[in-house]
């Protein structure tokens, strides 16, 4: 089956720094890579989504680029603020149906 | 549109009890997904509904199981618990490919 990891498991910055977080992924059937936003208590949010058949998209701050020659994909933050501190989570799922595999998560801190 | 709902939110169970959760997409979602949310485990996939059918399946044990109700509404059930089950459990509904969380149930086996 697919298996995603996730890297750093955690990263601390300075408000106004921007902020990577990376993925690999194993399976080369996922063409589906979403992030995902965990606030403490609070539920998953859909942040960005990218599709196999582009290489980047970007949303104001966050920006998402896919690289399916290396099976990886990552998360740009820039700009970062406070109320960007969150539990960040990638995934991959494929054309099988709505099954996601997701990697273990980052806790990025943001410092003022 | 509303969104994702769980019930009951907060659930403590002993072991060897069952229980029963409860999502309620979003309108017009057909396929409801629940995953397990755990310190060590992280966000695992349980099983997918779509239209009544159980479309994808996880690997978990056969005490935990599902359906799908004609109003895309789905449970989930988990019999003779174990204090390993204790968890977030998550459900998730879709239109197309974008999963969509409601707020969790969190389930305590003491």
């Known amino acids: 089956g697919e298996n995603v990891e996730q890297h750093p498991s955690t990263l601390s910055v300075q408000e106004g720094d921007s902020a990577v977080i990376k993925c690999t992924y194993s399976?080369?059937?996922?063409?589906?890579f979403p992030w995902y936003k965990q606030e403490l208590g609070k539920r998953p949010q859909l942040i960005i989504d990218?599709?196999?058949?582009?290489g980047e998209k970007k949303d104001q701050r966050i920006a998402v680029t896919l690289n399916k020659t290396a099976k990886h994909f990552s998360l740009h933050i820039t700009e970062t603020q406070p109320e960007d501190s969150a539990v960040y989570f990638c995934a991959a799922g494929s054309d099988a149906g709505n099954m996601l595999t997701f990697g273990g998560g980052t806790r990025l801190m943001v410092k003022p | 549109k509303a969104g994702v709902t769980q019930t009951p939110r907060y659930l403590i169970k002993t072991r060897g009890q069952q229980v029963t959760l409860s999502c309620s997409p979003i309108s017009g979602h057909r396929s409801v997904s629940w995953y397990q949310q755990t310190p060590g485990q992280g966000l695992q996939f349980l099983f997918e509904?779509?239209?009544?059918?159980?479309?994808n399946k996880g690997n978990f044990p056969g005490r935990f199981s599902g359906r799908q109700f004609s109003n895309s509404r789905s449970e989930m059930n988990v019999s003779t618990l174990e204090l390993g089950d204790s968890a977030l459990y998550l459900c998730?509904?879709?239109?197309?490919?974008?999963?969509?969380f409601g707020p969790g149930t969190r389930l305590t086996v003491l």
């Open positions: 399976d080369s059937a996922s063409n589906y």
């Open positions: 998730a509904s879709s239109f197309s490919d974008r999963q969509y």
């Open positions: 990218i599709r196999s058949n582009v």
């Open positions: 509904y779509f239209s009544e059918t159980q479309r």
